[in-house]
């Protein structure tokens, strides 16, 4: 069975056409180049801590900034405070402006467009450097709507790492039924967040996920590049 097939025979699932994608950005739309990880290894040495292998600063990348620190030992509260600042200091002047759309990416959200899904954004990233990449990516006239975590980043610290809320906030805003929604994104946390609120969910593997962590989440589909993304959500819509 096919990666189209897969989704749209998924139970309790609508077959055929689909109103709108909720997409993730870091590891699901922007390749940020390394810019996360290194940005991440540079806040750690100007903090005196150790760099973990590059594996595992991957591993980081997905949730917010400072729960990302807080996984590391040693790393209390107010220390992950002070990463966040000395990367949040770099990543502004310089890693912005890195982040590169992954391969096939563009044209998908075109396409959708084009063929009358609506596409929204649904990131831990914070809401204004976010807005800031997909303006620099070009693609802001493609998306209905766009959120992400609060600046200070205080509901994803009071609440953990998970993406509910934002999800469920691009779908209120999309004004789409869940079964006719879908959900992608490359970490545990889309996935989780789209089978909770019952969308359609995806996992890209051209991101930062560690082996398994995807099948773990048990989405609807995985596909490899975007252009078997693109085949699975818009052909009913093409034809």
């Known amino acids: 069975m096919g990666v189209e097939q897969d989704v749209k025979?998924?139970?309790?699932?609508?077959?055929?056409?689909?109103?709108?994608?909720i997409l993730d950005l870091d590891g699901t739309v922007a390749d940020p180049a390394g810019a996360i990880t290194y940005g991440m290894a540079r806040a750690l040495e100007q903090c005196g801590l150790p760099v973990p292998s590059e594996e595992e600063l991957e591993n980081l990348v997905g949730p917010s900034l400072f729960y990302g620190f807080s996984s590391?030992?040693?790393?209390?509260?107010?220390?992950?405070?002070?990463?966040?600042?000395?990367?949040?200091?770099?990543?502004?002047n310089e890693g912005l402006k890195i982040a590169r759309a992954y391969d096939g990416m563009e044209a998908f959200i075109k396409d959708a467009h084009e063929h009358g899904i609506k596409v929204a954004l649904a990131t831990s990233k914070p809401i204004v450097p976010a807005t800031m990449i997909i303006n620099n990516l070009g693609l802001a006239p493609f998306f209905t709507t766009l959120h992400g975590a609060e600046m200070d980043e205080s509901?994803?610290?009071?609440?953990?790492?998970?993406?509910?809320?934002i999800v469920q906030a691009a779908l209120d805003a999309l004004g789409t039924k869940p079964e006719r929604t879908v959900?992608?994104?490359?970490?545990?946390?889309?996935?989780?967040?789209?089978?909770?609120?019952?969308?359609?969910?995806v996992g890209v593997k051209w991101g930062f996920a560690p082996e398994g962590e995807l099948e773990a989440s048990h989405p609807d589909a995985i596909v490899?590049?975007?252009?078997?993304?693109?085949?699975?959500?818009?052909?009913?819509?093409s034809s």
């Open 9 to 21: 025979s998924a139970a309790g699932k609508a077959p055929g056409n689909y109103d709108a994608v």
């Open 155 to 165: 509901v994803i610290r009071s609440h953990g790492p998970g993406k509910l809320r």
């Open 224 to 237: 490899t590049t975007a252009a078997e993304l693109r085949d699975m959500l818009i052909p009913a819509h």
């Open 72 to 92: 590391l030992d040693g790393v209390d509260a107010d220390m992950a405070d002070k990463l966040v600042k000395e990367y949040r200091a770099w990543y502004w």
């Open 183 to 201: 959900m992608v994104g490359d970490r545990h946390f889309d996935l989780d967040a789209g089978n909770e609120l019952g969308l359609v969910t």
